[in-house]
């Protein structure tokens, strides 16, 4: 399933902006060890290009993720002949929850 392919590669993505944010926080930290001046040792950790970037991953990682709940609720329910109930129970949603993933897959659908 391509959605699965989307969220695997996203999650990567995250993950690499959030390591490459992690490595210049710890840089930050060795740099005010070194007495360096806060402001100065600060500056690629409070910037707002490399927060826009995880914040960013983040969200695509978050959109890849919903389009997945979204694809999987519409299969079990239309190839499984699962109730909205039996999906809610095994995505751990309500079946509220589960008609809204549901209608907006067919919606997506439609539009493809």
Not at 74 to 103: D, Q, W
Request: glycine letters at 6%.
């Amino acid at each position: 399933m391509a959605a699965i392919e989307d969220v695997i590669q996203a999650g990567w993505r995250a993950v690499d902006a959030l390591t490459s944010a992690i490595a210049r926080s710890s840089y930050a930290q060795d740099r005010i060890a070194e007495n360096v001046p806060v402001a100065e040792a600060l500056s690629g950790v409070l910037a707002r290009g490399p927060r826009q970037q995880v914040a960013l991953s983040m969200e695509r990682y978050e959109s890849a993720l919903r389009k997945l709940r979204e694809r999987s609720a519409l299969l079990l329910i239309e190839r499984e002949g699962l109730t909205f109930t039996e999906v809610g129970r095994r995505m751990g949603v309500s079946r509220h929850m589960v008609a809204r993933l549901y209608n907006s897959a067919r919606t997506a659908d439609d539009e493809d």
